[in-house]
């Protein structure tokens, strides 16, 4: 079964997805951990040395290696908003789960983690990062075979609720 994740930063995409690989014991890669496997640097230190250009080169080669594996994907937030990852999600052999967030859930999880962790929010602000969250919203939609609505719910809730849809989808098929 392959699963591609995909929502603005601090939806919970990783957080899903490793639930998901447990219960399903099912392969799981992460785009931006991926990062950290091939160059050794974190998000924030890549960013740092390299800028974000580089970085969504990266990204799409990490893209295209994770989908030619299989199982589950949590990408990166802006990882949809390139027209290249957009057709290469939607034309790969995956289901495409959108984890939809309120604003006021993602502030919540990204001051959590602290500004230190995300470089755009670090750039941003929260009026920035949510204006760019607003901005994204339809394209991630566009890709999605199914949304999840994640707010106030356990990571547990949203893998039951997410087998529940895909499975729906998979019966109209
Ligand atoms: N359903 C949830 N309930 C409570 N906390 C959550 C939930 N989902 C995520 N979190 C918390 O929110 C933060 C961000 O989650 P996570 O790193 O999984 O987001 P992400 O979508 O992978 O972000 P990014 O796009 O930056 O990779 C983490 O601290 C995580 O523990
Ligand atoms: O939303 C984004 O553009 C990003 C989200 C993170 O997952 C990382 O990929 C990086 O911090 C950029
Ligand atoms: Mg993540």
């Not at 052999?93 to 309120?102: D, H, I, S």
């Not at 760019?132 to 356990?154: M, N, P, W």
């Amino acid at each position: 079964m392959n699963i591609t994740l995909i929502g603005f930063m601090g939806s919970g995409k990783t957080t899903v997805a490793n639930a998901l690989s447990q219960q399903l014991e099912i392969e799981q890669n992460d785009l931006d951990e991926m990062v950290l496997q091939r160059t050794g640097l974190t998000i924030p230190e890549y960013f740092e040395q390299y800028g974000e250009a580089k970085f969504r080169k990266l990204e799409m080669d990490n893209l295209q290696l994770a989908l030619a594996t299989g199982g589950i994907l949590s990408t990166g937030g802006g990882t949809p908003m390139q027209a290249n990852n957009f057709k290469l999600i939607q034309e790969a052999n995956t289901a495409t789960v959108f984890l939809n967030a309120q604003d006021n859930t993602i502030t919540h999880h990204l001051i959590h983690d602290g500004i230190e962790e995300r470089p755009l929010f670090k750039q941003l602000g929260i009026d920035g990062i949510i204006k760019l969250k607003h901005e994204r919203q339809l394209t991630y939609e566009q890709l999605a075979d199914v949304i999840i609505d994640v707010d106030h719910k356990s990571p547990e809730l949203i893998v039951n609720e997410l087998m529940e849809k895909l499975s729906e989808v998979n019966s109209n098929d």
